[in-house]
């Protein structure tokens, strides 16, 4: 179900970079940042990949994204967001004026993750513990974009069967930007691969001839 209508891949320059960022708790080993490591391999090889293991601190992560993107052309860009990295893609976006595909994205992070404040374990090695302190909660609230300037280089994924965020309120934030709305489904997305034709066009990424 889509409630806009979904633009087309931007005109101008091919996507030539991809930042795919993971969300809280997660990792690069999270199953969609691996679906979608594996396709890059497999059919864009000459598409730099990067999907890094972000900090605990919201500042220091996108610190390290801006300076990791900092020679990336802005026109051949894009990144790719899911949960909390749907928070961060759109900070990017922002500031870089590059495209963005965002995956069930956490709307107002500073209120939802003021509860999870002390000792977290990551979800792919139970063994790794950090920190979430206080003030990161302050940091997602400094970093919080006011607006969305141009819509139409955004897509959102949003699933109505998201058991941790609010589908509605993902669905308003991003009401003018190319916008999908899965009936069903759940916040990880696990019928990933059905939706990611659909992300690919948006970023104009086919298979390249061989």
């Not at 967001?81 to 069930?104: K, M, P, W």
């Not at 956490?106 to 003021?114: F, M, S, T």
Request: net charge negative; proline share 9%; charged share 20%.
């Amino acid at each position: 179900m889509n409630t806009a209508d979904e633009p087309q891949a931007r005109p101008g320059a091919p996507v030539t970079h991809v930042l795919y960022l993971h969300g809280f708790r997660s990792s690069p080993r999270s199953f969609k940042a691996q679906r979608m490591a594996a396709w890059m391999q497999a059919h864009r090889p000459d598409v730099h990949w990067w999907c890094p293991q972000l900090p605990p601190s919201p500042r220091e992560a996108v610190d390290l994204l801006l300076q990791g993107t900092a020679d990336w052309p802005k026109d051949g860009m894009a990144v790719v967001g899911s949960s909390l990295g749907g928070f961060y893609a759109t900070v990017l976006a922002e500031r870089r004026s590059c495209r963005a595909v965002l995956i069930n994205p956490a709307v107002e992070p500073a209120r939802d993750l003021a509860r999870y404040i002390g000792e977290q374990t990551a979800f792919h090695d139970p063994q790794q513990h950090f920190f979430f302190r206080a003030e990161f909660v302050d940091e997602l609230r400094e970093l919080h974009p006011p607006a969305i300037t141009n819509p139409r280089r955004y897509l959102a994924f949003v699933a109505t069967g998201d058991e941790v965020l609010d589908w509605h309120e993902m669905a308003a934030r991003y009401a003018q930007c190319g916008l999908h709305v899965i009936e069903g489904s759940d916040h990880a997305l696990s019928d990933f691969d059905a939706h990611l034709p659909r992300l690919l066009g948006f970023l104009g990424l086919q298979p390249s001839a061989v």
